[in-house]
């Protein structure tokens, strides 16, 4: 009975946008790796396909489980989280970074992971504190306690694109939980200085915090003349895209498909559609992302408790700013990351996290408050009394 009412509820819209995006990058992995093993054209589309059956499952079981209980276990959430976060920094590190813990049939990267658990985690604080009249500084700083930990252990994997993901889609939840706009200027400066900081000061007095790969990839985008691999990648990227017109050139050994662009089924993936479907087919990528995010969007206000549109509001955070900051890395308007495409992207982790959040956001919509009474806003429903222990408020902060 529930089974049978939670799918009918499910957003098949959003549903179906992801599985055209999960489609379409399939064939862009597909296309771009033929040449990459000699004998053996399908050996990356082969794991491709396994890493997206994993995360469709994780993501339909996500949308089957009732996001109430998570409060229950946000202790277990929270410590297996840090504790994966630090058990990674033990491994050797893999072209500088130390982000991956490897596994019998793939490697798993727990800063992906976090990703979607610490979404679930600030979301029942902020809404604890939200309850509780706490607003400005102090919400804030409780959501700066509990994420400054993973972030932390992020930053010094080294990982900086995932550190800025964590920020915006912890940034995304607070301004829905109301945080004024000037504190979110304040934190805009703070960000800045920092940036000055990091890149600047630090290293004139013979403290860098960043490796050296990260500091070429921030050159490389200030001076992309500068013939850095990191700019010779950047350059490659734009020369696909832009070769493929409005139609594209179609699938077959080019920019692409060849060697002349690094990284074209992981980072860069998007310049394979930008190549082989061209502007078309680009622009067909991006509306299907903006649909996603539409509705994804619905959900935030339809939310039947305040935690739950949270949670919507970190999941619409996630996918936008990897989005933006993917795509505007391949096009050159902003440095090279390593922040992967959502759901095109080659990859295990980052595939199960993002289906996963996809899974969380449709168990949301499909629990969401549709006949509510008209004056009553979203801001004021969740103002109930607990009746529910899986409901009871949590202080871990």
């Known amino acids: 009975m529930i089974f049978g009412l939670a799918i009918r509820r499910f957003d098949w819209i959003m549903v179906a946008a992801v599985l055209l995006?999960?489609?379409?990058?399939?064939?862009?992995?597909?296309?771009?790796?033929?040449?990459?093993?000699?004998?053996?054209?399908g050996f990356f589309v082969r794991r491709h396909l396994i890493y997206l059956a994993m995360g469709v499952t994780l993501g339909a079981v996500a949308a089957f489980v009732d996001p109430r209980i998570y409060r229950r276990l946000f202790w277990i959430i929270y410590c297996a989280s840090l504790a994966l976060l630090v058990i990674v920094l033990g491994f050797s590190a893999a072209r500088g970074s130390q982000r991956w813990i490897p596994l019998p049939f793939f490697t798993l990267q727990p800063s992906e992971l976090s990703k979607a658990t610490m979404i679930v985690c600030l979301s029942i604080i902020v809404a604890d504190a939200v309850r509780r009249g706490t607003r400005g500084w102090r919400l804030l700083l409780r959501a700066s306690i509990l994420m400054g930990p993973p972030f932390g252990l992020v930053f010094i994997q080294?990982?900086?694109?995932?550190?800025?993901?964590?920020?915006?889609?912890?940034?995304?939840?607070?301004?829905?939980?109301?945080?004024?706009?000037?504190?979110?200027?304040?934190?805009?400066?703070?960000?800045?200085?920092?940036?000055?900081?990091?890149?600047?000061?630090?290293?004139?007095?013979?403290?860098?915090?960043?490796?050296?790969?990260?500091?070429?990839?921030?050159?490389?985008?200030?001076?992309?003349?500068?013939?850095?691999?990191?700019?010779?990648?950047?350059?490659?990227?734009?020369?696909?895209?832009?070769?493929?017109?409005?139609?594209?050139?179609?699938?077959?050994?080019?920019?692409?498909?060849?060697?002349?662009?690094?990284?074209?089924?992981?980072?860069?993936?998007?310049?394979?559609?930008?190549?082989?479907?061209?502007?078309?087919?680009?622009?067909?990528?991006?509306?299907?992302?903006?649909?996603?995010?539409?509705?994804?969007?619905?959900?935030?206000?339809?939310?039947?408790?305040?935690?739950?549109?949270?949670?919507?509001?970190?999941?619409?955070?996630?996918?936008?700013?990897?989005?933006?900051?993917?795509?505007?890395m391949t096009l050159g308007i902003a440095p090279t990351t390593g922040i992967p495409l959502p759901f095109m992207t080659y990859g295990g982790s980052n595939t199960l996290t993002n289906l996963a959040a996809i899974g969380l956001a449709l168990a949301i919509g499909a629990r969401s408050v549709v006949d509510e009474t008209p004056d009553a806003t979203w801001q004021e429903r969740p103002r109930r009394t607990f009746a529910d222990p899986l409901e009871a408020p949590v202080d871990p902060i």
Request: glycine share 14%; no cysteine.
């Open 158 to 328: 080294p990982d900086l694109g995932t550190s800025l993901v964590y920020i915006f889609f912890t940034l995304t939840i607070l301004v829905v939980a109301g945080l004024q706009g000037r504190y979110v200027a304040i934190l805009g400066t703070a960000a800045g200085l920092l940036v000055i900081l990091v890149l600047g000061v630090l290293p004139s007095i013979g403290l860098p915090l960043l490796r050296p790969y990260q500091t070429e990839r921030i050159t490389a985008f200030l001076d992309p003349e500068g013939g850095s691999p990191a700019a010779y990648q950047a350059q490659q990227a734009k020369i696909a895209i832009g070769s493929g017109g409005m139609g594209g050139r179609g699938a077959g050994i080019s920019q692409t498909a060849g060697s002349f662009l690094p990284e074209h089924h992981t980072d860069f993936v998007f310049a394979v559609v930008g190549e082989n479907r061209g502007f078309i087919g680009s622009a067909i990528v991006m509306l299907l992302y903006l649909l996603v995010l539409w509705r994804i969007g619905r959900i935030i206000s339809r939310a039947r408790v305040l935690e739950e549109s949270f949670m919507a509001a970190g999941v619409f955070g996630l996918v936008m700013t990897q989005v933006t900051i993917n795509v505007g």
């Open 21 to 41: 995006l999960l489609a379409i990058g399939e064939r862009a992995v597909r296309t771009s790796t033929v040449a990459d093993v000699a004998g053996d054209p």
